[in-house]
Each structure stands twice: as structure tokens, then as C-alpha cells.
């Protein structure tokens, strides 16, 4: 069972950690990032899907449902997997709808869940809601990197507020609202080393927009594509072992999908 502060995962100088994102039902990169898991994983080491697993984005098909089968397996069977909440699944959550080119996501994916379990997928729908409310929102690690699934917020002002970002629910929450879906438009340079500040951390990881692999937003942040990207699909193999003073540091750690 996950042991987990609320709503942030903590963890320790040792090992190393696989950051991926915004795998967007993208079944054939998903599995190519499970074979890399699977060798790498032991003991000491960790992986962190940074949400935004379900929803394909584009016109390949939309293998949403295996994916997340897959993923709420490995999160109930392995204490060394972490799974983070996207916007995607927020959406689910909080029935918000979202769009993409027009296309109502959350229909798509219900209409996929009625492809898959056919008079089953209402019960199918509310498992996965219930599996999406025991994700966390954030991960901190030990030498001082915070990595969310977007963002920063600028409305959180200490770690706490990270702990119990979804005691106020899921919808109208402005806290929860801008770590799930801000981009680099909608905060300043200055207000993403506020929040590094408040976290007590050097430097942000987030997926969330589409990049060509990553990029280094100023000095602090970095946007890593793993799947749904702008050309390039990259990943981090992060070492919670070494000093992380700048996002220069965590380049050096970036891995690409082959
Ligand atoms: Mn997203």
C-alpha cells in the first residue's frame, strides 16, 4: 500500500527515478516504457507516470482503456510505482468536459468504456473515478526536485497546501485547478521561484504541454514530452542521489524514447 502524505509523494536520496508524461493512450509508448521499467526497476528505484495517461490526442487510436487497466495494476501492486493526476483525469473526476479540435474527451472515453464492457461500463466509469481520487498530486524528492503534472500554482503558499490540495474537492479549486493546467503563459518567472521557494525545492518537472522532448523554461523548470510531443519523446532518469541546483542538472539526466 501506498504511503503517501496526503496528497504528495516524498522521496528519499536513494535510488533513481523514471519521470514520464503525457502518454495520452498511447499504448505501443507505454509498453516500450514498461520494458525499460521493468529492467530498471528494484528496490531503490522509482517510476512516476506525471498523469495525463488517458485521452488520445491526435489520430491514432485510442488505446486509453489498456493503458490505464495497466497502470492501476502496477500502482495497486507496486509501492515503487507512482502514478500523478493529469488534467485528463481530473476532468473525469470532476465531469468536467474538455476539448480537443472540437472533439468531446469525455465522451470519447465513455464511449470507449461502452466499446470495452458494453452494460458494465458505468461500473467500470466509477472504478476509475475512484482510482483517480487516490492519486497524488505532486512528487518531492530528497535533493529538492518537485515534479507535477503542470504548473506552478501561484495560490500555494506552503508544502501543507500541497498535502491537502483536494480537501476543497475537485472542482472550483483554483490551487488544484492551476497545478493540473497551468502553462508557462499563465506565470511568471518570478512566481515559479516563489513556489520552488515554498516547496523547498530547486527545480520543477512537468509534462503538460507538448514540447520536442524537453525544455528549459528560464533556469528552474523543465517541460519534458514523453509520448504526446512535438517531435522528440523524452523521459528523466533522475538520481535522488545527486545535488540538483538547477534545471542543467536534470538535462544531463534526460533520456530518449527509441
Ligand atoms: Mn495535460
Given at each position: 500500500m501506498h504511503d503517501y502524505r496526503g496528497k504528495l509523494v516524498e522521496l528519499p536520496k536513494k535510488g533513481k527515478l523514471l519521470v514520464i508524461t503525457d502518454i495520452h493512450g498511447n499504448l505501443k509508448d507505454y509498453e516500450k516504457f514498461m520494458d525499460i521499467w521493468d529492467k530498471?526497476?528494484?528496490?531503490?528505484?522509482?517510476?512516476?507516470?506525471?498523469g495525463d495517461f488517458i485521452h488520445a490526442m491526435g489520430k491514432e487510436k485510442?488505446?486509453?482503456?489498456?493503458?490505464?487497466?495497466?497502470v492501476k495494476s502496477r500502482w495497486?501492486?507496486?509501492?515503487?510505482?507512482?502514478v500523478l493526476l493529469g488534467n485528463h483525469e481530473w476532468a473525469t473526476v470532476s465531469q468536467t468536459c474538455i476539448y480537443k479540435s472540437g472533439v468531446n474527451q469525455n465522451l470519447n472515453f465513455e464511449n470507449l468504456l461502452y466499446?470495452?464492457?458494453?452494460?458494465?461500463?458505468?461500473?467500470?466509469?466509477?472504478?476509475?473515478?475512484?482510482?483517480?481520487?487516490?492519486?497524488?498530486?505532486?512528487?518531492?524528492?530528497?535533493?529538492?526536485?518537485?515534479?507535477?503534472?503542470a504548473g506552478p500554482s501561484r495560490d500555494i503558499n506552503s508544502l501543507d497546501e500541497i498535502i491537502n490540495i483536494?480537501?476543497?474537492?475537485?472542482?472550483?479549486?483554483?490551487?488544484?485547478?492551476q497545478i493540473l493546467w497551468n502553462r508557462s503563459s499563465d506565470y511568471t518567472q518570478k512566481d515559479l521561484e516563489s513556489f520552488l521557494k515554498v516547496v523547498g525545492c530547486k527545480v520543477l518537472i512537468v509534462g503538460h504541454t507538448p514540447v520536442d522532448g524537453v525544455k528549459l523554461v528560464g533556469e528552474n523548470q523543465l517541460i519534458v514530452s514523453s509520448s504526446y510531443s512535438k517531435g522528440k519523446k523524452a523521459y528523466v532518469e533522475l538520481?535522488?542521489?545527486?545535488?540538483?541546483?538547477?534545471?542543467?542538472?536534470?538535462?544531463?539526466m534526460v533520456k530518449y524514447l527509441s
Open positions: 530498471f526497476s528494484n528496490n531503490d528505484n522509482h517510476l512516476v507516470l506525471t485510442d488505446r486509453s482503456v489498456e493503458v490505464l487497466e495497466s495497486e501492486k507496486s509501492d515503487n510505482f507512482h466499446e470495452h464492457f458494453g452494460d458494465k461500463c458505468k461500473g467500470k466509469l466509477e472504478e476509475y473515478m475512484k482510482f483517480f481520487k487516490k492519486l497524488p498530486i505532486a512528487v518531492k524528492t530528497d535533493n529538492k526536485v518537485f515534479i507535477s503534472h483536494t480537501a476543497d474537492g475537485y472542482l472550483g479549486n483554483a490551487k488544484l485547478f538520481d535522488l542521489e545527486k545535488e540538483i541546483k538547477k534545471g542543467k542538472d536534470v538535462i544531463k
